[in-house]
């Protein structure tokens, strides 16, 4: 807990004098090189308990040269005021640093070499993995009975963020942060645990099960139980990783003797994966969990844990594809079995003309009879219907109303690229301190008629009012390439429009916000009863935060409808701002058009 110097007398031979040497070091404190007494590098900054600034070089060689024959001494003044909490709070207790010489060639060259190694596998297994965990969380939002893709997603989403901490964790030098973030990755490791033993459980075993409740208990302990014991939570984590690997090994077994179809496709994979990670908990029990990469037996390690951990997802994918070929199969039959028994049936319908032709001339008096009340029923149904019509198009956009006329339902559909805009008047409750109930009902009509109209000439498609909020959102149903660029417009006029009344009727109206983002959406209809066209995801929450974080009288963008009106706009960057739920975002006020 204080500051030491050490020192190593090296004797130089001719060998080595004036040859290029490199030098590394890795520590959890802060330190300075000297060689014959000449300071030549500093790692962080030595000044006092409060105030030294630790750094962990992470073995980064760098170079030197000791040009004469003899004796020399390396000194390392040295400061670690924190090794004792470190200790403590983290069970870290490399309290001094590991100092390594050798050859300038061999040794940056391989330090390269691992950096660049591990960097392109960690990005590459991040890329995979969250890419995997983006896909079946789709195939769970669109078909939802199947949660063994959820469990999937969950688990996919765990591991990339593991690879990429230790891609974070290889490239930060700082202290604190390598420190600070062991508690996330128990987080993640805890998550990871809970959701392969939902995934086993959900393919080959009982999803309301004791045993699966009792894992999710204990991935919570575990956790708890690192900030009461670092020596009982590790304990506690070790104990949870060997019981949902035992789990998934052996209900894996049992459905593959069971004959469970698919179980022996996915199964390979969360075998393979399952018994080598066990493999690995018991090397490293006996002590011989370490294995250098530039042998033989270390590559061969490495081959198998890349195995391993693509297994898996390898595993999945060769799942997937098994299933859709059944489901085409099937379709195929069923689609055989459709076309047969169409045959059939219009074989009984021709019967049924032969039998309805020998009747015609008995029927055709009383149709004259009848078309004059059918002439004047259909009048009136025409009627009827044209009010049915106009009302059902008001309601719903042209496109989905012909849908639902047409098919009697109308199915969710994801959008990609659409523009949602959120209005909000300002201070509305004051308003209505100062207006009537009528006054402030007419004034909010009145402002929406406006607003009705102005998105009505920009093709954008209004979604509904909430309050004194008002959706809309262009792209859907019909994609349009300048949905952000009618937004933006129609924006600009709404903003017009309420600063002139607010003008000319000052505490008679509103101030209004304004909030536009682009990006994906799912939209459809909402109920049976009093229906509704409605629109749901990330965007449309991200819309309104833009609004929340704009001002009265402004039109508040996300970076993303930033990039694609930026060429036909003047903007104001405002920085990045925090919204609820999203962090910080960056926002831009419209100004108007360029």
């Given amino acids: ?36 007494g000449k300071k030549i590098k500093s790692w962080g900054t030595i000044k006092g308990k409060d105030s030294s600034e630790y750094y962990n070089p992470k073995y980064t060689p760098f170079i030197i040269n000791l040009q004469t024959v003899g004796m020399h001494i390396i000194a390392v003044r040295y400061a670690n005021y924190n090794a004792q909490r470190n200790n403590k709070r983290y069970n870290q207790n490399m309290a001094g640093f590991f100092m390594g010489i050798g050859e300038t060639n061999n040794l940056i060259y391989w330090r390269e070499y691992q950096l660049t190694i591990n960097t392109f596998i960690f990005i590459l297994l991040f890329g995979i993995f969250i890419t995997l ?45 390598e420190f600070d973030s062991s508690f996330t990755d128990l987080i993640i490791t805890a ?111 490495e081959l198998l844990l890349a195995a391993a951990v693509l297994s898996i997802p390898v595993s999945m994918s060769v799942y997937l594809a098994w299933n859709f070929s059944g489901i085409n199969r099937d379709l195929k039959l069923q689609l055989e079995r459709v076309q047969l028994l169409s045959e059939k049936t219009l074989e009984q319908e021709q019967e049924k003309k032969r039998m309805l032709e020998t009747q015609n001339e008995k029927l055709e008096a009383e149709v004259v009879l009848r078309t004059a009340q059918i002439a004047k029923q259909h009048e009136e149904l025409k009627s009827e219907k044209k009010k049915t019509d106009d009302l059902l198009h008001n309601i719903l956009p042209e496109e989905v109303a012909e849908e639902l006329k047409q098919k009697g339902i109308s199915s969710a559909k994801f959008f990609d690229h659409v523009t949602v ?6 201070n509305f409750t004051k308003a209505g301190e100062r207006m009537s109930p009528q006054e402030l009902v007419d004034e909010l009509n009145t402002c929406f008629k406006e607003f009705d109209e102005i998105i009505s000439k920009h093709n954008i498609e209004k979604i509904k009012t909430i309050g004194d909020a008002y959706l809309a959102v262009c792209g859907l149903p019909v994609t349009d390439e300048e949905h952000a660029t009618n937004v933006a417009r129609a924006a600009i006029e709404i903003r ?67 990039e694609l009106i930026q060429d036909k706009f003047n903007c104001t960057y405002r920085g990045e701002i925090t919204a609820k739920n999203k962090g910080e975002l960056r926002m831009y006020f419209i100004e108007g058009a360029i």
């Fill in 191 to 301: 998550i990871a645990c809970s959701s392969l033993s939902g995934l086993i459980n959900e393919l080959f075993g009982n999803r309301k099960s004791i045993r699966a409740r009792i894992i999710k208990v204990l991935c919570i302990v575990a956790f708890a139980l690192m900030f009461v014991s670092k020596n009982v939570g590790l304990i506690a984590y070790l104990v949870l990783i060997i019981i949902v690997l035992l789990e998934a090994v052996i209900l894996t077994i049992m459905a593959i003797y069971k004959k469970i179809k698919g179980a022996r496709i996915i199964g390979f994979g969360i075998l393979f994966f399952t018994l080598f990670l066990l493999l690995m908990i018991i090397l490293a029990a006996l002590g011989h969990g370490n294995f250098d990469d530039r042998t033989t037996s270390g590559r061969v390690f």
């Fill in 496 to 562: 017009q429009f309420m600063l002139e009344r607010k003008h000319r009727l000052n505490d008679k109206t509103f101030e209004v916000r304004i909030g536009i983002h682009s990006g994906s959406v799912v939209a459809g209809i909402v109920g049976v009863k009093k229906f509704a066209y409605d629109i749901w995801g990330d965007t449309v929450n991200t819309a309104a935060r833009m609004e929340q974080n704009s001002e009265p009288g402004k039109i508040n963008i996300s970076q993303t409808a930033y």
């Fill in 421 to 426: 805009l959120f209005t909000d008047f300002v």
């Fill in 1 to 36: 807990n204080s500051i030491c110097w050490l020192r190593l007398h090296l004797l130089i031979d001719t060998t080595v004098a004036n040859h290029p040497l490199a030098l590394e070091m890795t520590h959890y404190g802060a330190s300075e090189v000297y060689i014959d």
């Fill in 133 to 177: 965990s983006f896909l079946h969380i789709f195939l769970y939002l669109y078909h939802r009975k199947v949660r063994s893709n959820l469990y999937f997603s969950i688990f996919c989403f765990s591991i990339s963020t593991i690879f990429y901490a230790m891609f974070v964790h290889q490239t930060s030098h700082s202290v604190a942060f």
